[in-house]
């Protein structure tokens, strides 16, 4: 396959993985901004303009909905201090029936953002393992506390919404990441910094409330095990991969140039393969560099790589070719 043929190839799979739903084995994509954006419901962002839009469009609970009762989608970006998130909703009725924050929190109109900062999975129902956020339309985000009642967590995250066209609104969000151990009283003692190469857990959903004081849909970002559409709130083991990509750094693993070596899918799952037949051996380490198994070597023209055995993560791959030269690639293993 040439080079061009290739390209196109990688574009119109992006251009379909934007249409279709993640799945438990799929990765979505977050590129660095190099500017903040302006957390004003506006898309006029430089970070918005080249970031790809994922479906908001898996039922999870209701009945089936039409375009006008909602559709949704949205975008991500980072930069060291916080996530960025971009929502746009179609929804006929804007509801929040509830003049406290907290009472029944999630019957009203709201985007859900689950979010585990070291896609560690597990509970987080009464913990900060992983949060939950319901963000209002009032501006509220609301999750449970670990004295097990609901709360407000406003100063975790910025939120503002504009009406962008008839009931089509546009979320903009800027969320502080905090590690396991955040707490209500100090949130600044766990809050963390965010690099190029981390897989964190998201995924989203709007529950949608029409005016009928419960939630008439409840919509996901990703396709769920049977039974499971409703356990995001419990536990982070279903929560989607997100990985945090900066292309200008020198060890990013979806470099701005290509690199000589064109290893591919990366994130990979199940086996990768190679576009240069040169090559004669290669060796695995894992993120702390740390050699995988046994160097593989006389594999003279082989282009594809097991790696069904590898669990989640960070890997790099050392590839020599036959006139001994070397290139290590960094690849996530999905
Ligand atoms: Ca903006
Ligand atoms: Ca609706
Ligand atoms: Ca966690
Ligand atoms: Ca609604």
């Not at 009032?138 to 009642?149: G, L, N, P, T």
Request: include cysteine.
């Amino acid at each position: 396959m040439n080079k061009k043929i290739l390209l196109l190839t990688f574009l119109w799979l992006a251009v379909t993985i934007t249409c279709v739903a993640q799945t438990q084995t799929d990765t979505i994509k977050a590129y660095i901004s190099h500017t903040p954006p302006a957390i004003d419901g506006s898309d006029a962002d430089a970070c918005w303009a080249s970031a790809a839009w994922y479906p908001i469009n898996v039922l999870w609970m209701g009945p089936a909905m039409t375009p006008s009762d909602f559709t949704g989608r949205y975008k991500l970006a980072w930069d060291n201090n916080l996530l960025y998130m971009l929502v746009e909703v179609t929804d006929d009725s804007l509801s929040d029936q509830q003049s406290e924050p907290a009472d029944r929190y999630w019957t009203d109109d709201c985007v859900e953002i689950f979010f585990d900062e070291d896609h560690s999975g597990g509970d987080h129902w009464y913990n900060h393992n992983a949060f939950a956020y319901h963000a209002s339309i009032k501006y509220d985000a609301v999750d449970i506390d670990k004295d097990r009642s609901p709360k407000t967590f406003n100063d975790n995250l910025e939120v503002k919404i504009d009406t962008i066209a008839p009931n089509t609104y546009m979320w903009e969000f800027a969320i502080k990441v905090f590690t396991d151990d955040f707490t209500r009283n100090s949130p600044e003692n766990s809050r963390r910094q965010l690099t190029a190469n981390e897989i964190m857990g998201l995924t989203l959903a709007y529950c949608d409330n029409d005016g009928n004081f419960a939630r008439d849909n409840f919509i996901g970002s990703m396709k769920m095990p049977s039974g499971k559409n409703d356990v995001n709130y419990q536990t982070a083991d279903y929560f989607g991969t997100l990985l945090l990509i900066d292309p200008d750094m020198p060890n990013s693993i979806i470099p701005a140039t290509e690199p000589t070596t064109l290893i591919y899918p990366n994130p990979a799952n199940g086996c990768l393969f190679i576009n240069n037949p040169e090559f004669v051996s290669y060796s695995l380490f894992n993120a702390n560099g740390q050699i995988i198994g046994e160097p593989k070597t006389n594999l003279h023209g082989q282009t594809r790589i097991d790696i069904g055995h590898l669990s989640r993560g960070i890997y790099f791959i050392s590839l020599t070719d036959n006139a001994g030269s070397t290139e290590t690639q960094k690849i996530m293993v999905e």
